[in-house]
């Protein structure tokens, strides 16, 4: 009977994981969940940054558009987007280019996004006025 005892239960290794072994174990898969959620965060907010950037870029270069269209660049403001949390700043300047201009006028059109913290974006541009096309 003392035979029947040793090989029955909770003898020695049978064969089963020690409480050390199972602690190890969830340790690590525990500090595999926690990198794993970490990255998957972090690429939610990048992704939420380029998103900003995105429509920042698009309004921005719709105003840029707006601007170049017209015959004298700032004489009117283009439409401000009215999305939440940017700010948009429009500017015309016209750049004194001497005698080799001519008749024409050249301007410096640029646009300026903001939003949150230290987003931004600034889209420059310049245009030619007035000038005479030759006829062959």
Do not use: C
């Not at 090989?7 to 602690?23: I, Y």
């Not at 698009?58 to 660049?73: C, G, K, V, W």
């Not at 009215?82 to 001519?102: L, M, P, Q, T």
């Amino acid at each position: 009977m003392a035979a029947d005892d040793a090989n029955s239960g909770f003898a020695g290794n049978a064969g089963g994981f020690s409480l050390l072994e199972v602690l190890v174990a969830v340790a690590i898969v525990g500090i595999a969940f926690v990198t794993l959620f970490e990255i998957f965060g972090r690429g939610l907010n990048l992704a939420a940054k380029a998103d900003s950037h995105t429509s920042a870029v698009i309004n921005a270069r719709s105003m840029m558009d707006e601007m170049l269209a017209q015959p004298e660049p700032g004489s009117q403001k283009p439409d401000m987007p009215s999305d939440a949390g940017f700010r948009y700043s429009v500017n015309a300047a016209r750049v004194d280019v001497g005698e080799e201009g001519g008749a024409s006028e050249v301007y410096d059109v640029t646009v300026a996004a903001e939003w949150g913290k230290g987003g931004q974006v600034v889209l420059v541009s310049r245009k030619t006025v007035g000038v005479e096309q030759e006829s062959r």
